[in-house]
Protein backbone atom coordinates (compact mmCIF):
# COMPACT_ATOMS: atom_id res chain seq x y z
CA UNK A 1 0.00 0.00 0.00
CA UNK A 2 1.62 3.39 -0.97
CA UNK A 3 1.42 6.21 1.41
CA UNK A 4 -0.23 9.60 0.37
CA UNK A 5 1.92 12.30 1.48
CA UNK A 6 -1.10 13.69 3.51
CA UNK A 7 -0.24 10.88 5.48
CA UNK A 8 2.98 12.34 7.01
CA UNK A 9 0.76 15.70 8.12
CA UNK A 10 -2.01 13.80 10.00
CA UNK A 11 0.59 11.40 11.89
CA UNK A 12 2.85 14.75 12.53
CA UNK A 13 -0.30 15.94 14.30
CA UNK A 14 -1.65 12.92 15.78
CA UNK A 15 1.70 12.06 17.47
CA UNK A 16 3.08 15.47 18.31
CA UNK A 17 6.51 15.29 19.64
CA UNK A 18 7.39 11.75 19.25
CA UNK A 19 6.61 12.35 15.11
CA UNK A 20 10.55 11.92 14.44
CA UNK A 21 10.17 8.56 16.06
CA UNK A 22 6.49 7.16 14.59
CA UNK A 23 6.03 8.81 11.18
CA UNK A 24 9.77 7.72 10.00
CA UNK A 25 7.43 5.56 7.06
CA UNK A 26 4.98 8.54 6.12
CA UNK A 27 7.92 11.18 5.96
CA UNK A 28 10.13 8.26 3.69
CA UNK A 29 6.76 8.11 1.29
CA UNK A 30 7.10 11.92 1.39
CA UNK A 31 10.70 12.70 0.71
CA UNK A 32 9.95 9.82 -2.40
CA UNK A 33 6.88 11.83 -3.77
CA UNK A 34 9.35 14.97 -3.50
CA UNK A 35 11.77 13.81 -5.50
CA UNK A 36 9.43 12.06 -7.91
CA UNK A 37 8.64 16.26 -8.53
CA UNK A 38 11.83 17.88 -8.19
CA UNK A 39 14.02 15.48 -10.90
CA UNK A 40 10.52 15.74 -13.42
CA UNK A 41 12.48 18.19 -15.99
CA UNK A 42 8.27 18.94 -17.37
CA UNK A 43 7.67 20.06 -13.60
CA UNK A 44 10.88 22.31 -13.42
CA UNK A 45 10.03 24.21 -16.59
CA UNK A 46 6.49 24.63 -15.27
CA UNK A 47 7.78 26.26 -12.08
CA UNK A 48 10.76 28.39 -13.99
CA UNK A 49 7.74 29.55 -15.81
CA UNK A 50 5.91 30.61 -13.11
CA UNK A 51 8.53 31.85 -11.26
CA UNK A 52 9.59 34.19 -14.19
CA UNK A 53 5.81 35.50 -14.84
CA UNK A 54 6.01 36.70 -11.11
CA UNK A 55 9.34 38.37 -11.17
CA UNK A 56 8.40 40.05 -14.38
CA UNK A 57 4.58 41.30 -13.04
CA UNK A 58 7.03 42.49 -10.07
CA UNK A 59 9.00 44.15 -11.86
CA UNK A 60 6.34 45.85 -13.94
CA UNK A 61 4.30 46.79 -10.77
CA UNK A 62 6.59 46.86 -7.94
CA UNK A 63 3.96 44.59 -5.94
CA UNK A 64 4.62 41.36 -5.09
CA UNK A 65 2.14 38.53 -6.12
CA UNK A 66 1.20 38.19 -2.71
CA UNK A 67 0.36 41.27 -2.24
CA UNK A 68 -1.35 41.47 -5.17
CA UNK A 69 -4.05 38.62 -5.20
CA UNK A 70 -5.06 39.86 -1.70
CA UNK A 71 -8.35 42.04 -2.14
CA UNK A 72 -8.92 45.31 -1.99
CA UNK A 73 -11.49 46.18 0.43
CA UNK A 74 -15.13 47.33 -1.16
CA UNK A 75 -16.07 50.07 1.54
CA UNK A 76 -14.30 52.67 2.43
Do not use: H, W
Given at each position: M ?5 D ?5 KD ?6 IK??K?N?A?K?C????Y ?16 R?EF ?18
Amino acid sequence: MALDPADFTKCCKDTGVLMVIKCRKENSALKECLTTYYTDPAFYEECKMEYLKEREEFRRTGIPAKKRLQKLPTSM
